[in-house]
């Protein structure tokens, strides 16, 4: 099974921050990597498809980049609703695995 | 607008059974492969199985955690899915989201990506005795 592992668990950061999340497979992935958000007691929101694809509908501050074994989500400016847990998951092959998640708090 | 809502979830006890529905609505159920996602209580995503859609057979693929214990099956007709647990462990407790898969989607045939583009609500399944 391919192991996701994100970095850092957990971060603080002030709103018009700009924030970098990151995820290494332990394979290569090529760029079969999401990232979704969510937020306490609702279901995830996918923000970003095929490493660096945004999403319909979710805001352009959000973006990701990568290919192979590291990825990165960032967040240009951070805004008051973006305070959530982020989760990457590789989509390669099955069984397709999360990582841990990182969750961004306020400052 | 797409929608997905899980049902049957609850208390049950260890070594017995329990079957979720996800009730899908706002697009055409039979073209997407959907999945199941399990998060244990202040635990992160764990995948739990899919289903393709019929034009990719309606074959199914699981973890190792529930291979043999759970099935995923699908009424097209109903826009259903199911999630058939057997078995249950107090391992198995956690919060379970349906979810549609975006799929590679080419003359509205998807094949599976393992992208989940829209998800349920979910639905808490409690193993206790």
């Known amino acids: 099974d391919i192991q996701m592992t994100q970095s850092p668990s957990s971060l603080s950061a002030s709103v018009g921050d700009r924030v970098t999340i990151t995820c290494r497979a332990s394979?290569?992935?090529?760029?079969?990597l999401n990232w979704y958000q969510q937020k306490p007691g609702k279901a995830p929101k996918l923000l970003i498809y095929?490493?660096?694809s945004l999403q319909s509908g979710v805001p352009s501050r959000f973006s990701g980049s990568g290919s192979g074994t590291d990825f990165t989500l960032t967040i240009s400016s951070l805004q008051p609703e973006d305070f959530a847990a982020y989760y990457c998951?590789?989509?390669?092959?099955?069984?397709?695995?999360f990582g841990q998640g990182t969750n961004v708090e306020i400052k | 607008e797409v929608q997905l809502v899980e049902s049957g979830g609850g208390l049950v006890q260890p070594g017995r059974s329990l079957r979720l529905s996800c009730t899908a609505s706002?697009?055409?159920?039979?073209?997407?492969?959907m999945s199941w996602v399990r998060q244990a209580p202040g635990k992160g995503l764990e995948w739990v199985g899919f289903?393709?859609?019929?034009?990719?057979?309606?074959?199914?693929e699981y973890a190792a955690s529930v291979k043999g214990r759970f099935t995923i099956s699908r009424d097209d007709s109903k826009s259903i899915a199911y999630l058939q647990m057997n078995s249950l462990k107090t391992e198995d407790t956690a919060v379970y989201y349906c979810?549609?898969?975006?799929?590679?989607?080419?003359?509205?045939?998807?094949?599976?990506?393992?992208?989940?583009?829209?998800w349920g609500q979910g639905i808490l399944v409690s193993v206790s005795s």
């Open positions: 979810a549609r898969d975006l799929g590679y989607c080419t003359n509205g045939v998807c094949r599976v990506s393992g992208d989940f583009d829209y």
């Open positions: 706002g697009f055409i159920f039979g073209d997407y492969a």
């Open positions: 289903i393709r859609n019929k034009a990719y057979g309606g074959t199914t």
């Open positions: 394979q290569s992935i090529i760029n079969y």
């Open positions: 095929a490493a660096s």
């Open positions: 998951q590789h989509s390669y092959n099955t069984p397709w695995t």
